[in-house]
């Protein structure tokens, strides 16, 4: 393969294997990107765009990119400011993510004195912080902090590998913000399981070096990679195992390429070494305690576990895991729709840029065509629903995306096969496995919103849709110069880009009272505000050995704002977490420890499709706190409440001596 190098770059990756069959030429075009010339010539197809000589480097000066670091990082501070405090629900999962951490500082071990259902990395490294730091609301805000810019720094530095320019490497960051500061507990600052936003900075992270390998084929990469790897597979499953099958493509396909035994005894070397930290981990615990107790008791999403058998079969649907073939083809045909639509915009603006002079009623109507587009995207940012704010769901966001996903994949897997040599072929393969593997679990439901889990695995996707939808733009203005080609995909995207990121801005006002304990201040709904403080101070005032109230079925938050510990090692009763084989088991807790009153709040938990805790789901339990206990009053609800405002009743054991 010949190659016309027309301006000073860095050189290209180096690669070792045969040569492709169908030979092309290159050259650069105006803008340093490479052009393929000939028989092949990848500019011919939509999906096959010009490719840059040195990705990892990007054609624009170096400044460029270190200001657009920048810009994401002051983005990030300001959204921060602007939402402070006003993140996750403390009557929800995020009162676990306060109360493991503090426990484990107690001495008590994950897994046999504290339930959990993710890997262990999160929670000791909270742990670590509280016992640095102290244990604040402050130091788990500025943990989450953390993670979502170092996120959005790596989407950004993945972004740049695919030749989309500095300001369309920008979006999918920007994208990325817009959701990680929900005021709800699907977001990254404070979220429902730091399990989950840890394990997707390091799942970002392993992604990126794994490309870098790709890139340069040089093994501190693989190694870093691998490193990243083990640490998501200690912190939550499906990241885990998207990082795994990450690393055993790229080792695979880099045997394909060099066709190198030693390549490969390498590559497999490197990569045992950065994995060995997890097996080493994982083999102390399961040694330590047991694989039934870790796998089965505390991982309940485990296949076959009475959570899996009871409950999965609603929640796993409703999260999107769906095979519906109905919505399926539904959402296959709305995500071609999108791609469809932006081939429209592209090519009406390419032609109008092209007549500009020859033609101004064209480039008039054009222009008329666009404003109509952006009143269409301005409607969204109204939520109605009618059939032009469908058209603009698939304009920003599509639904079915995961599908395109597929196709992303299955496409550069296919140019791996034809073409080994070509130098963004890999990389393309191994962003669209880790966009399915990753997200697989909500595939049916990929969407922003403030409800939703997708939250926490929508990035990787909605790059792949900037990439696809770069090169569709870029094939309707193939008749433009480079430059202006590369403008119109800029200026394009991001105008959409803007409207969408005011859509999704956060709204602090859903949590909008301030609500101040002795670790921080958070915002939250008016009668949790008012509550709160009464239930804290009804703790630390009744109780005599700092675990003798039970709070059931949540928060667990209250032991930590209280000073004190659940008396049970299943600190809060959500659907499964004690099946009915182990409900005994708890209640023997609950009686050596003299549990000397029950806080009993009015969780509903509509999400597992049951009952609340008694009428649909530990019934034992619920009938031997009934037996045991009686009522002596409550908090809540406050005068002129909703129907589903909060309410905590307290429960007081019948006799001063020890519970039967």
Known sequence: MSERIACSTPMAPRFRGKASNHLSEVK???????????????????FNPPQVIDPAMGSKPASG????????????????????????????????????????????LLYRDIWYMYGMLAPYVQALLYGVF????????????????????????IARQFDLGLPVSVLPSLFFLSEAFNPFIFNFVFPYSYAATLAAFLGLACLYFVIRHALGMRAMHLGIAALFGALAVLTKQEFGFACLVLLAFEVVASYSIHRSARQLRQDLAVCFAGLSPALAVYGWFTWKLSAKMIYFDNW???????????????????????F??????????LALLSLALWYGIASANALAIE?????????FLVQIFNLLVILLLIQRLFKTETFLSVLAAQITYPQGLFFLCLYFMAHALWKVWKSPT????????????????SSVRVMMDLAPSLYSYSVIFNAPPYLVFVILVTRVIRWAGRSLEPRNRNLLAGCLLGAVAALYFVALLPDPRRLPTPLKTDIGTFYTKTDVALLFPQIISFMKTHTKNGKDILVVPEPPSLYVFAEMQSPTRSYSLLPGVVDPEHEQEFIREVTANDVRYVLLSNRTVGEYGIAPFGA???????????QNYRKVGQFGPLRDSLPDAYIMSIFERKSTEPAP
């Open 28 to 46: 650069l075009s105006s803008d340093c990107g490479v052009q393929q010339t000939g028989s092949t010539a990848s500019s011919e197809l939509p």
């Open 422 to 437: 070509s130098s963004l072929a890999v990389p393309e393969a191994a962003l669209g496995i880790y966009a399915v593997v």
């Open 65 to 108: 990119a270190w200001i657009a670091r920048g810009f994401i990082v002051a983005v990030a501070g300001v959204m921060a400011w602007f939402t402070w405090g006003h993140w996750g629900d403390f009557q929800f999962d995020c009162g676990r993510e306060i109360y493991v951490p503090a426990a484990i500082l107690q001495g008590k």
């Open 616 to 626: 649909g789901y530990n019934k034992i339990i619920y009938q031997w706190i009934m």
């Open 355 to 363: 007549r500009r002079r020859l033609q101004p009623r064209t480039f």
């Open 324 to 333: 519906v073939p109905q919505e399926m083809i539904h959402s296959a045909l």
């Open 134 to 157: 102290g244990i604040s609301l402050t130091v788990l805000y500025v943990f989450g902090l953390t993670l979502t810019i170092g996120s959005a720094l790596f989407i950004f530095e």
């Open 300 to 322: 309940i999403s485990t296949p076959g576990t009475y959570f899996m058998r009871t409950f999965g079969k609603y929640t796993i649907p409703s999260n999107g895991f769906r």
